[in-house]
T-cell receptor, first 111, second 114 residues
Framework: QKEVEQDPGPLSVPEGAIVSLNCTYSNSAFQYFMWYRQYSRKGPELLMYTYSSGNKEDGRFTAQVDKSSKYISLFIRDSQPSDSATYLCAMSASSASKIIFGSGTRLSIRP | DAGVIQSPRHEVTEMGQEVTLRCKPISGHDYLFWYRQTMMRGLELLIYFNNNVPIDDSGMPEDRFSAKMPNASFSTLKIQPSEPRDSAVYFC????????????FGPGTRLTVL
């Protein structure tokens, strides 16, 4: 079993819809949780960063961490075609631990 | 800063040939990572360096793969001999810390081994 599991998709939704992307993990030591966005033929870029449990909001994006369930989510409100990309979750246990990436979910927003 | 620089951007080679991928990290970053990305396996960490020293190469698939970092501004990933199953996008990334810090990725090298 992988440490971090992520549905690869693809996920296709109409413009304006709310998108929910999710990851589950098995290592209870993970404390730092990130979402990277990767556009086609580009490298991943950090989108959201959270520490421990709770929610974090940045514009149309909300990251949610539920450590009791070992489950993290990224919500995108009022989705736009420009949000079409692959979203990778990532997490680590400490500043001295490697970041473990999920395999990524491919998202397409239909105009 | 120009960000992480990788070369070449595309490489097409024949099975059995040697392939060398190059990376220039962001100045001042102490950590450098090499990743491989495929549809089947996602993003895999191959090896990472701290202050030019290889720390964890447990992700290197086999002895055909080797990586070096002769100085703080340059690293190479070499595959010799290359095989068709090595076809993937190879990313280099750098960061100032290991675990709770943003990693900055280069644009990647798309390798095709025929």
């Amino acid at each position: 079993q992988k440490e971090v599991e992520q549905d690869p998709g693809p996920l296709s939704v109409p413009e304006g819809a709310i998108v929910s992307l999710n990851c589950t993990y098995s290592n209870s030591a993970f404390q730092y949780f990130m979402w990277y966005r990767q556009y086609s033929r580009k490298g991943p870029e950090l989108l959201m960063y959270t520490y421990s449990s709770g929610n974090k909001e940045d514009g149309r994006f909300t990251a949610q961490v539920d450590k009791s369930s070992k489950y993290i989510s990224l919500f995108i409100r009022d989705s736009q075609p420009s949000d079409s990309a692959t979203y990778l979750c990532a997490m680590s246990a400490s500043s001295a631990s490697k970041i473990i990436f999920g395999s990524g979910t491919r998202l397409s927003i239909r105009p | 800063d120009a960000g992480v620089i990788q070369s070449p951007r595309h490489e097409v080679t024949e099975m059995g040939q040697e392939v060398t991928l190059r990376c220039k990290p962001i100045s001042g970053h102490d950590y450098l990572f090499w990743y491989r990305q495929t549809m089947m396996r996602g993003l895999e960490l191959l090896i990472y360096f701290n202050n030019n020293v290889p720390i964890d190469d447990s992700g290197m698939p086999e002895d055909r793969f080797s990586a070096k970092m002769p100085n703080a501004s340059f690293s190479t990933l070499k595959i010799q001999p290359s095989e068709p199953r090595d076809s993937a996008v190879y990313f280099c990334a750098s960061s100032s810390l290991l675990g709770d810090n943003e990693q900055f990725f280069g644009p990647g090298t798309r390798l095709t081994v025929l």
